[in-house]
């Protein structure tokens, strides 16, 4: 069987704790865990401690193996989704000249920019592999 969520996982020691007819005490007393604690390894809880999970495994009979496996995509074949979902190379973003903070796109002032140049407001590109690129041209 391949496991993809720890869901899986659990459900998986459930059905190979059952096949070889042991209780979740049982399994729990050979762990030394709580019936808890296989309660939650059954219920797929992602917090669980990983040698014990491994342990468990062993116990069962179970090994892990690791496969590098490509992830699945759906991918589209309409023009327009492709260009929907292309990101930009740099966004242009508008900040204040007074208070530094930026201006939402539409606002009266960032409009103000557009039409009338500088006025009170400074624009800057931002390259998306220097997301603080804005800092380094601040002038005092």
């Known amino acids: 069987m391949q496991v993809r969520t720890v869901r899986d996982l659990g459900a998986m020691v459930r059905t ?3 096949a070889h007819g042991l209780t979740q005490a049982d399994l729990a007393d050979r ?5 808890d604690w296989v309660v939650r390894l059954e219920q797929g809880s992602s917090r669980l401690e990983t040698q014990k999970v491994l342990d468990a495994l062993g116990v069962l009979g179970l090994t892990l193996e690791v496969a590098n496996a490509q992830p699945t995509r759906t991918t589209t074949t309409t023009t327009t989704t492709a260009t929907a979902t292309a990101k930009p190379a740099a966004k242009t973003r508008a900040r204040s000249a007074t208070t530094g903070q930026f201006v939402p796109p539409g606002s009266a002032a960032r409009k103000s920019t557009d ?5 009170g407001i400074r624009t800057s590109a931002v390259a998306t592999s220097d997301p603080f690129g804005f800092l380094n041209d601040r002038t005092s």
Request: glycine share 8%; hydrophobic share 25%.
């Open 16 to 18: 190979t704790r059952r």
């Open 31 to 35: 762990l030394r865990v709580s019936r």
């Open 115 to 119: 039409t009338a140049g500088t006025t």
